[in-house]
């Protein structure tokens, strides 16, 4: 999952790396400011990705297994066909 982190600074512009000190720091545990993404922003990448991966598994299941695909086939031999 894709995260944004603020680039706000909560207190401090100093360089140390302490939290004291960090620029995202306020004195709580967990105090870094993560803004969640809008749905429709991963939503759709994620569907298209799961789709592309299973189409790409299908295919090298029928490279491995041998299956020849062509236009006269069913429909999974055309999927995993090569």
Do not use: N
Not at 21 to 44: T, V, Y
């Amino acid at each position: 999952m894709l995260l944004a982190i603020s680039t706000y600074p909560k207190m401090g512009t100093g360089t140390s790396k302490t939290r004291s000190q960090s620029p995202f720091w306020d004195g709580r545990l967990g105090a870094l400011e993560i803004a969640m993404p809008a749905f429709a922003a991963w939503f759709p990448p994620l569907i298209v990705g799961v789709t592309m991966t299973i189409f790409g598994t299908l295919k090298l299941y029928g490279l491995y297994r041998g299956i020849v695909g062509g236009r006269d086939k069913t429909v999974m031999q055309r999927a995993c066909g090569t």
